[in-house]
């Protein structure tokens, strides 16, 4: 977990181009930018006032998918306390690399759960402009197989996009680490 007591760190994973850059980015700035510019990772730390617990320091790591080494994206998945793994519903194969994400969290952190909340990112793209993920489908496998959380969001109109920090910071275990 990362380092100080009342501090949180969420880790954004998931395919390249499926929206993790914009998401942040619209949540820090309410805006939405058709390009974003790739890195290898991102941390942006902010101050947050969370209702109840008051201020904390919230760290934002954003992924690009591409670890040059496997022991960087181990670190990254080691330290963090809730993990957004994002596809985008126009994209099934950004699914699939949900589910690979997800096992290879499950057996780093050696259990059955994790504090992961799945993304459905380009919610806004209807099924005439190439949505190919049905809400209902992949609500089925997450919240049924999986237990974990789902949303879906739009970092372009800025739909729910405060839906996906809200079920992150509600994985996180505040009142255990605000001591
Ligand atoms: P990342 O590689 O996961 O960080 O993806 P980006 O945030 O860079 O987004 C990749 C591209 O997807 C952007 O340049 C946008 O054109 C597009 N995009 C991102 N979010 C949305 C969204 O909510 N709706 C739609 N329609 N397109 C989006
Ligand atoms: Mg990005």
């Given at each position: 977990?990362?380092?100080?007591?009342?501090?949180?760190?969420?880790?954004?994973?998931?395919?390249?181009?499926?929206?993790?850059?914009?998401?942040?980015?619209?949540?820090?700035?309410?805006?939405?930018?058709?390009?974003?510019?790739?890195?290898?990772?991102?941390?942006?730390?902010?101050?947050?006032?969370?209702?109840?617990?008051?201020?904390?320091?919230?760290?934002?790591?954003?992924?690009?998918?591409?670890?040059?080494?496997?022991?960087?994206?181990?670190?990254?998945?080691?330290?963090?306390?809730?993990?957004a793994l994002v596809y985008a519903v126009?994209?099934p194969?950004s699914f699939e690399?949900v589910r690979?994400?997800r096992?290879?969290?499950?057996?780093?952190?050696?259990?059955?759960?994790?504090?992961i909340t799945v993304v459905g990112s380009k919610a806004?793209?209807?099924e005439?402009?190439?949505r190919e993920l049905l809400t209902s489908n992949v609500m089925a496998i997450v919240e049924g197989e999986w237990d974990a959380n789902f949303v879906e969001a739009s970092?372009?109109?800025?739909g729910n996009?405060?839906g996906v920090?809200?079920a992150?910071?509600q994985q996180?275990?505040?009142?255990?680490?605000?001591?």
């Open positions: 977990q990362s380092g100080s007591p009342n501090s949180v760190r969420l880790v954004f994973l998931g395919a390249a181009g499926v929206g993790k850059s914009a998401l942040i980015h619209r949540f820090l700035h309410d805006r939405f930018e058709l390009k974003y510019t790739r890195t290898v990772e991102e941390l942006h730390v902010l101050e947050y006032d969370m209702a109840g617990s008051g201020k904390m320091r919230l760290e934002i790591l954003d992924t690009s998918g591409s670890y040059s080494f496997p022991a960087m994206r181990e670190l990254c998945i080691r330290h963090s306390d809730a993990f126009d994209d194969g690399e690979r994400l096992d290879e969290i499950l057996e780093l952190r050696g259990g059955k759960s994790a504090p806004d793209l209807t005439a402009e190439g970092a372009r109109t800025g996009t405060g920090f809200r992150l910071l996180v275990n505040l009142p255990h680490r605000l001591s």
